[in-house]
């Protein structure tokens, strides 16, 4: 048995997710003509209560483009230092919207209001001028955390003081949703685009969708076509998506559990220091300094078990759907023999 923890991209798409594929109907989506392509933006945009979706091949490119729709080049914008759009994506908001950011430094990943206006340069010629305020919801390398959403709505207030875009990295959203009992509306009332993931905790092999309002999204299509991300056929993909929102959602509760059960079982080993607060699927962990890092990967290599290493003597587990209770019960085990 291999327990793949490293990500909870590792999943593959189950039989029902595959007969829902294959069964689907479709058409050249570069003429908008892929019904099942349609189905899916369609149901995202109302699903937030906004106007437009638009289907991505990857997470990253509809947060470029979401950049790109909201800032001029040398303008900046405001995140967190955790940020996937600063630290993971290849550094395209500076070469494909020419922006720097300025970089908050938040709590896991999270930041507050008072923050964001000390973030935002005075009016002056020669200060980059702030446009866009980014936040992610859960956060990744914030180890899965989830805002606050008062915080998020008094972040909206500044947002409209200042004249800011407001984006939502929301690769796991879907997380944060059911870990607050929150809804998508309430988050597509305050943002002006947000970027969902149908590949991490919903086990699709491929899709993100960016959701706004049609203003804003106008050139959203435009920006896709530039970043190479035309499709034809895929609805085939959006089915998977499809199907996903209709079978994928409320389990991730279960990930959640999963996740809190192995960080009762790290936090009771006298070779861990810190485990991070685990509000969904992420748990990350920190060994005592003694401890080899190199050493203890191996140890669960040996058993099959796979994580990944975070640097600086800490570590990562992710829970997800290819993570059975079977799987679950021999990780612990074997934690529990540390
Ligand atoms: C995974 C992820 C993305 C997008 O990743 P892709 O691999 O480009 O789909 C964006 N933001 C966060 C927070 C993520 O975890």
Same mark, same amino acid.
């Given at each position: #048995?291999?327990?793949?923890?490293?990500?909870?991209?590792?999943?593959?798409?189950?039989?029902? $997710?595959?007969?829902?594929?294959?069964?689907?109907?479709?058409?050249?989506?570069?003429?908008?003509?892929?019904?099942?392509?349609?189905?899916?933006?369609?149901?995202?945009?109302?699903?937030?209560?906004?106007?437009?979706?638009?289907?991505?091949?990857?997470?990253?490119?509809?947060?470029?483009?979401?950049? *790109? /729709?909201?800032?001029? @080049?040398?303008?900046?914008?405001?995140?967190?230092?955790?940020? =996937?759009?600063?630290?993971?994506?290849?550094?395209?908001?500076?070469?494909?919207?020419?922006?720097?950011?300025?970089?908050?430094?938040?709590?896991?990943?999270?930041?507050?209001?008072?923050?964001?206006?000390?973030?935002?340069? @005075?009016?002056?010629?020669?200060?980059?001028?702030?446009?866009?305020?980014?936040?992610?919801?859960?956060?990744?390398?914030?180890?899965?955390?989830?805002?606050?959403?008062?915080? /998020? *709505?008094?972040?909206?207030?500044?947002?409209?003081?200042?004249?800011?875009?407001?984006?939502?990295?929301?690769?796991?959203?879907?997380?944060?949703?059911?870990?607050?009992?929150?809804?998508? *509306?309430?988050?597509?009332?305050?943002?002006?685009?947000?970027?969902?993931?149908?590949?991490?905790?919903? %086990?699709? @092999?491929?899709?993100?969708?960016?959701? %706004?309002?049609?203003?804003? #999204?106008?050139?959203?299509?435009?920006?896709?076509?530039?970043?190479?991300?035309?499709?034809?056929?895929?609805?085939?993909?959006?089915?998977?998506?499809?199907?996903?929102?209709?079978?994928?959602?409320?389990?991730?509760?279960?990930?959640?559990?999963?996740?809190?059960?192995?960080?009762?079982?790290?936090?009771?080993?006298?070779?861990?220091?810190?485990?991070?607060?685990?509000?969904?699927?992420?748990?990350?962990?920190?060994?005592?300094? =003694?401890?080899?890092?190199?050493?203890?990967?191996?140890?669960?290599?040996?058993?099959?078990?796979?994580?990944?290493?975070?640097?600086?003597?800490?570590?990562? $587990?992710?829970?997800?759907?290819?993570?059975?209770?079977? $799987?679950?019960?021999?990780?612990?085990?074997?934690?529990?023999?540390?």
């Amino acid at each position: #048995m291999t327990i793949d923890l490293r990500s909870d991209t590792v999943t593959k798409p189950t039989k029902g $997710m595959l007969n829902a594929m294959m069964s689907a109907e479709v058409g050249d989506d570069v003429f908008k003509e892929d019904p099942t392509v349609n189905a899916l933006e369609e149901r995202l945009a109302n699903m937030f209560g906004k106007e437009k979706a638009l289907f991505f091949p990857s997470g990253s490119m509809a947060n470029q483009t979401a950049i *790109k /729709l909201h800032t001029q @080049p040398g303008e900046q914008v405001i995140c967190d230092k955790y940020a =996937h759009i600063y630290n993971y994506e290849a550094g395209g908001a500076a070469f494909n919207s020419g922006v720097s950011c300025h970089l908050i430094d938040g709590e896991r990943g999270m930041f507050n209001a008072q923050q964001v206006i000390q973030a935002i340069n @005075p009016d002056a010629f020669y200060y980059s001028q702030t446009s866009l305020v980014e936040v992610e919801n859960t956060t990744n390398k914030g180890g899965g955390a989830c805002w606050d959403f008062e915080e /998020l *709505k008094k972040i909206r207030t500044v947002c409209d003081t200042h004249d800011l875009g407001y984006h939502l990295d929301g690769a796991r959203l879907w997380n944060a949703l059911i870990a607050k009992n929150e809804t998508p *509306k309430q988050y597509g009332q305050i943002f002006d685009t947000i970027s969902v993931c149908l590949s991490k905790g919903l %086990g699709c @092999p491929i899709g993100s969708v960016l959701i %706004g309002d049609e203003s804003i #999204m106008k050139k959203s299509i435009h920006l896709r076509k530039v970043f190479g991300g035309n499709m034809r056929q895929v609805g085939y993909l959006a089915a998977a998506g499809l199907y996903a929102l209709d079978h994928n959602m409320d389990r991730l509760a279960e990930d959640h559990k999963k996740a809190k059960d192995i960080g009762q079982a790290l936090f009771d080993l006298s070779i861990i220091k810190v485990v991070e607060p685990i509000e969904t699927n992420i748990v990350i962990f920190e060994l005592e300094s =003694h401890v080899d890092e190199a050493e203890f990967l191996q140890q669960l290599t040996d058993k099959n078990i796979h994580i990944i290493s975070m640097g600086s003597n800490k570590l990562r $587990m992710v829970t997800h759907l290819d993570y059975t209770d079977q $799987m679950h019960e021999r990780l612990l085990d074997v934690l529990n023999e540390f």
